[in-house]
């Protein structure tokens, strides 16, 4: 959720607080035309079925904005109160084929939860997409998440992450990745020096991995 500062910093939800939050991605979103004619992959908080949620959208030039997934995975605990902020999602984690590509979503602590990954990769899936909100310190624990998500799925995985700091002390620095989908090879970071990550990526190469070990093994 990159347009408003991270709400789920306190455990109480403040409902002028989602208010703006939902306001200020609706604006943002408007302007995406602006980038046209990138396809652009995101998060935001919307309220579907009368539910608070953290959804994945893409936008595309030709189709405007979907919803293609609702974060089923909430963490709760100090400076990450999301159960508390959002419910849960549909529990779906389906495959999104797009001009860019075959695309899923693991949102942040989703990362964690590797048979989705699995499950993406049987569907297809060429790049997997894990936006997060995670501080500096762990930052290595999440880049290995990273590479165990691509090599289970045989897909690119790629991570964007908050940056700055919060009141309450939080240290988000970044580093965002794209991992390769066969061995896991790191292929870039961002860091506060390089804060963008830009590379060509071969599609093929994920569905050449899908074939080979560990992913061609049955369950």
């Given at each position: 959720?990159?347009?408003h500062?991270?709400l789920?910093?306190t455990r109480?939800a403040?409902?002028?607080?989602?208010?703006q939050?939902?306001?200020?991605?609706?604006?943002?979103?408007?302007?995406?035309?602006?980038?046209?004619?990138a396809?652009v992959?995101?998060?935001r908080?919307?309220?579907?079925?009368?539910?608070?949620?953290?959804?994945?959208?893409?936008?595309?030039?030709d189709h405007?904005?979907?919803t293609?997934?609702?974060?089923?995975?909430?963490?709760d605990?100090?400076?990450?109160?999301?159960a508390?902020w959002?419910?849960?999602?549909?529990?779906g984690?389906?495959?999104?084929?797009?001009a860019?590509?075959?695309?899923?979503?693991?949102?942040?602590?989703?990362?964690?939860?590797?048979?989705?990954?699995?499950e993406?990769g049987?569907?297809?899936?060429?790049?997997?997409l894990?936006?997060?909100?995670t501080?500096?310190?762990?930052?290595?624990k999440?880049?290995a998440?990273?590479q165990a998500?691509a090599v289970?799925?045989?897909?690119?995985?790629?991570?964007?992450?908050?940056?700055?700091?919060?009141p309450?002390?939080?240290?988000?620095?970044?580093?965002g990745w794209?991992?390769?989908?066969s061995?896991?090879k790191?292929?870039?970071l961002?860091?506060p020096?390089?804060?963008?990550?830009?590379l060509?990526i071969?599609?093929e190469?994920a569905?050449r991995?899908?074939?080979?070990?560990?992913?061609?093994?049955?369950?």
């Amino acid at each position: 959720m990159p347009l408003h500062p991270w709400l789920a910093h306190t455990r109480e939800a403040d409902s002028a607080q989602w208010d703006q939050a939902v306001q200020a991605h609706e604006s943002w979103i408007s302007r995406l035309g602006e980038l046209a004619p990138a396809t652009v992959a995101s998060t935001r908080p919307i309220i579907l079925g009368g539910k608070r949620q953290n959804a994945a959208y893409l936008w595309e030039p030709d189709h405007g904005i979907s919803t293609v997934h609702t974060k089923y995975y909430l963490p709760d605990e100090p400076g990450f109160w999301e159960a508390s902020w959002y419910e849960r999602g549909d529990g779906g984690f389906s495959l999104v084929d797009t001009a860019r590509g075959k695309l899923g979503f693991l949102i942040c602590t989703e990362i964690w939860f590797n048979f989705r990954a699995r499950e993406y990769g049987k569907q297809g899936m060429q790049l997997l997409l894990c936006p997060r909100a995670t501080p500096n310190p762990t930052a290595p624990k999440w880049v290995a998440g990273g590479q165990a998500a691509a090599v289970v799925s045989g897909a690119y995985c790629l991570s964007s992450n908050l940056a700055g700091t919060t009141p309450e002390g939080g240290d988000y620095a970044g580093v965002g990745w794209i991992i390769e989908p066969s061995e896991g090879k790191v292929l870039g970071l961002t860091s506060p020096e390089q804060p963008f990550l830009t590379l060509d990526i071969d599609l093929e190469e994920a569905d050449r991995a899908k074939g080979t070990y560990p992913r061609y093994v049955l369950d």
